[in-house]
């Protein structure tokens, strides 16, 4: 499987950066994860979005879901000319009148997921577990022929983690703050909190959601540190 990472900050990137968004390739299939600002012009330099398989989006929050109406634009243009099917979009179920109308894409089959959901789809298992943030977040295990990828959306330290780690052979973990910023109350975890569940699980761990205030030297400095590996925007990451 391979990891690319379109997008790395969060809320907002700094000038030229993107915020979220991952492109993984995995079973033969192409996942995006999450689309935030930048995203879909992005992906455009590693394939043609119309080869899409699947999207999945973590949360509702613009920074990982505002360039899915772009997105939809491009497939609706290109599914005029007769050439796209529709792409399954995994997304929180979720209210919020944002929500309601990124889910309602045409150009999309929404399937809306809820703690412990999954499915099979091509060959391809999807396993969602609910994280700790201000709205519903669902953190996806994706695993095909023995290979298992995580992905924990944006998250404090939660419970849940722990399905979505255990026996993952890669990971893609939020970890936006610094040490000394982490909290309770707060709404992502911080590098070492990442770096104790890389150990743990004995996982290959990306870390991502970098915040753009921070000197970006220092982040990438603790992220090694922790043995984990800082999210290059253009990087590909394979296990
Ligand atoms: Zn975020
Ligand atoms: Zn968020």
Do not use: W
């Given at each position: 499987?391979?990891?690319?990472?379109?997008?790395?900050?969060?809320?907002?990137?700094?000038?030229?950066?993107?915020?979220?968004?991952?492109?993984?390739?995995?079973?033969?299939?192409?996942?995006?994860?999450?689309?935030?600002?930048?995203?879909?012009?992005?992906?455009?330099?590693?394939?043609?979005?119309?080869?899409?398989?699947?999207?999945?989006?973590?949360?509702?929050?613009?920074?990982?879901?505002?360039?899915?109406?772009?997105?939809?634009?491009?497939?609706?243009?290109?599914?005029?000319?007769?050439?796209?099917?529709?792409?399954?979009?995994?997304?929180?179920?979720?209210?919020?009148?944002?929500?309601?109308?990124?889910?309602?894409?045409?150009?999309?089959?929404?399937?809306?997921?809820?703690?412990?959901?999954?499915?099979?789809?091509?060959?391809?298992?999807?396993?969602?577990?609910?994280?700790?943030h201000p709205v519903p977040t669902f953190g996806v295990r994706i695993c095909?022929?023995?290979?298992?990828?995580?992905?924990?959306?944006?998250?404090?330290?939660?419970?849940?983690?722990?399905?979505?780690?255990?026996?993952?052979?890669?990971?893609?973990?939020?970890?936006?703050?610094?040490?000394?910023?982490?909290?309770?109350?707060?709404?992502?975890?911080?590098?070492?909190?990442?770096?104790?569940?890389?150990?743990?699980?004995?996982?290959?761990?990306?870390?991502?959601?970098?915040?753009?205030?921070?000197?970006?030297?220092?982040?990438?400095?603790?992220?090694?540190?922790?043995?984990?590996?800082?999210?290059?925007?253009?990087?590909?990451?394979?296990?």
């Open positions: 499987m391979e990891l690319t990472v379109l997008g790395k900050y969060g809320p907002f990137p700094p000038a030229g950066g993107r915020t979220s968004g991952y492109l993984l390739k995995i079973g033969g299939k192409k996942i995006l994860l999450d689309c935030g600002e930048g995203v879909f012009s992005a992906l455009r330099a590693f394939l043609s979005p119309e080869d899409l398989d699947f999207v999945v989006l973590s949360h509702f929050h613009y920074d990982h879901a505002c360039d899915l109406g772009v997105l939809h634009y491009y497939l609706e243009n290109r599914g005029r000319k007769g050439t796209v099917g529709k792409p399954v979009l995994f997304c929180p179920s979720d209210d919020s009148p944002f929500a309601r109308s990124l889910s309602a894409l045409s150009t999309f089959r929404a399937v809306a997921v809820t703690d412990g959901f999954s499915c099979e789809e091509e060959g391809i298992s999807f396993s969602f577990f609910r994280m700790r095909s022929g023995g290979q298992t990828f995580a992905y924990s959306g944006d998250t404090n330290v939660t419970d849940t983690l722990i399905p979505l780690l255990e026996g993952a052979s890669f990971a893609l973990l939020d970890g936006a703050f610094l040490p000394r910023d982490k909290g309770e109350n707060k709404p992502h975890m911080s590098v070492d909190d990442c770096g104790g569940f890389a150990r743990k699980y004995a996982v290959k761990t990306v870390i991502s959601h970098f915040i753009s205030d921070y000197d970006e030297a220092e982040v990438v400095a603790e992220i090694e540190r922790q043995g984990c590996i800082p999210a290059e925007e253009g990087k590909t990451y394979r296990v």
